[in-house]
């Protein structure tokens, strides 16, 4: 707690004076006298030419004439999907830079019903900084930059998620709890050529990054934005976004986009400082298609080999299927929903699926959020040490949210909210977890504001 409020505060701090001192795009000045010389139609139309000119130069970032909205990886998001951040423009680069972080209070099991909960100071985070610029017709170039403090924020052994699982801590398999994001969390560069508006290829490399799996990380969704939890079924979906070693091709044709990856299958070791050894030794095949504005889908399909440090012996066929949504309201606020599926297979007798709906509200000030999880996990994974390895207990998870939004500085939003989750499962494991435990958090949210309403 000492060290994570200070820690923070200068993190925040950070945000604000990025908000205030990147130069940002405005539109010219006109006098009063200028504008009723000229009229309401001539300045309407000057309006008009000067956003397009903007969109224009933004390129892929914002505004931009492709069907998606570039998100992680090289994954798509509803071309109406808000983005946030802050944005300029320098020396034909366009810049941007987002981010999020949470300072909270975090208790798990909040009524001792069980022995598996736990409480926590911590603050969850991740920045990100992009920059992007044309190298002529049809060629662009784009560089991603992603960091967190997670672990020194959160600790080498994340924070209390009852039902967690994934990675490990001095040896031993993180269970119910979430693990910390390491500090770099993606360095990549993309390619992309574009043969016409509707034909282009591009070519990603990252170390770390994240290759063509599953859809669109949870931290980069904005149907979970306001949630500082990952999901519990994370490492059925999306665990792969920070991976050692990517090399991704793809084809878009329209609004539908092929891809293909090489990847290194081991998940992040437990030194989250360090670069791990690359060694595409796993690949993964992804097909994106935006069929409108308000709508992307993904499936995927991966072979990863050996992502468990202590059971590298296994390895997990991953299959994914996901539709993202996005709308504008006419009040100005946003729906933004996900319907994900994730599927391991490590074996005709370990199956696991899991399923993930989440849904987001931002109307005025408030935010309106909620998520529904079930999946399967098995009795090695939670380390159910009187149970038969391989079985699997369905598990269920329901949270719901609110924050609202108590200032604004520039560009950057400062929120208070609330959650609770409810979990079940099968009465089994009542001795471990109680009946029906419920976990409650308090928190202060600081992210850049709406770039493109």
């Known amino acids: 707690m000492r060290k994570v409020i200070p820690c923070a505060l200068m993190l925040l701090l950070f945000f604000l004076t990025l908000a205030s001192v990147l130069p940002q795009e405005h539109k010219p000045h006109m006098g009063r006298d200028s504008v009723m010389q000229m009229g309401k139609d001539t300045v309407m139309k000057m309006d008009h030419d000067m956003d397009m000119r903007m969109h224009k130069t933004a390129g892929s970032m914002e505004g931009s004439p492709e069907p998606f909205q570039p998100a992680s990886g090289t994954s798509w998001l509803p071309k109406s999907s808000p983005s946030f951040g ?23 099991d909040v009524t001792n019903k069980g022995s598996r909960g736990a409480s926590k100071y911590d603050a969850p985070d991740w920045f990100m900084a992009m920059t992007e610029r044309s190298l002529g017709k049809g060629n662009k170039l784009k560089f991603s930059l992603m960091m967190s403090l997670d672990p020194l924020l959160v600790g080498g052994n994340g924070y209390p998620l009852l039902f ?24 990549s560069a993309e390619y992309t050529y574009s043969f016409s508006r509707h034909f282009a290829l591009n070519a990603y490399l990252a170390y770390p990054g994240e290759p063509a799996i599953g859809p669109v990380a949870f931290m980069h969704r904005p149907s979970a934005q306001n949630d500082p939890d990952s999901p519990i079924g994370h490492h059925w979906q999306d665990a792969t976004h920070i991976t050692f070693g990517v090399a991704t091709l793809g084809l878009r044709l329209f609004s539908l986009k092929i891809e293909g990856s090489v990847f290194s299958g081991r998940e992040p070791n437990e030194n989250r400082y360090n670069f791990d050894k690359p060694e595409f030794d796993s690949y993964s095949g992804r097909i994106s298609f935006n069929p409108t504005d308000d709508f992307s889908f993904q499936t995927s399909y991966a072979f990863i080999k050996g992502p468990e440090s202590l059971h590298p012996e296994e390895n997990i066929h991953r299959t994914t299927a996901s539709v993202l949504h996005s709308t504008k309201l006419l009040s100005g606020g946003f729906i933004n929903s996900a319907i994900i599926w994730g599927f391991n297979y490590l074996g005709s007798d370990d199956k ?5 709906l989440e849904s987001d509200l931002d109307i005025k000030k408030f935010a309106f959020y909620g998520r529904y999880e079930w999946i399967e996990k098995s009795a090695e994974e939670l380390e159910l040490l009187n149970f038969e390895s391989k079985r699997l207990f369905p598990v269920n998870a329901v949270t719901l949210g609110v924050n609202y939004l108590l200032l604004q500085f520039e560009k950057t939003g400062i929120r208070f909210g609330i959650q609770g989750s409810l979990f079940t499962t099968v009465r089994a494991l009542e001795y471990l977890y109680g009946k029906s435990p419920l976990s409650l958090e308090v928190y202060f949210r600081a992210a850049p504001g709406i770039m493109n309403m």
Do not use: C, K
């Open 164 to 187: 967690q699982s994934g990675e490990t801590y001095e040896d031993r398999p993180l269970v119910d709890r979430q693990h910390p994001h390491d500090f770099f969390s993606e360095l």
């Open 352 to 356: 696991e699926h899991s399923v993930t």
């Open 86 to 108: 802050y944005m300029s423009q320098v020396a034909g680069w366009m810049l941007m830079f987002h981010g999020n972080i949470f300072l909270r209070y975090n208790s798990q």
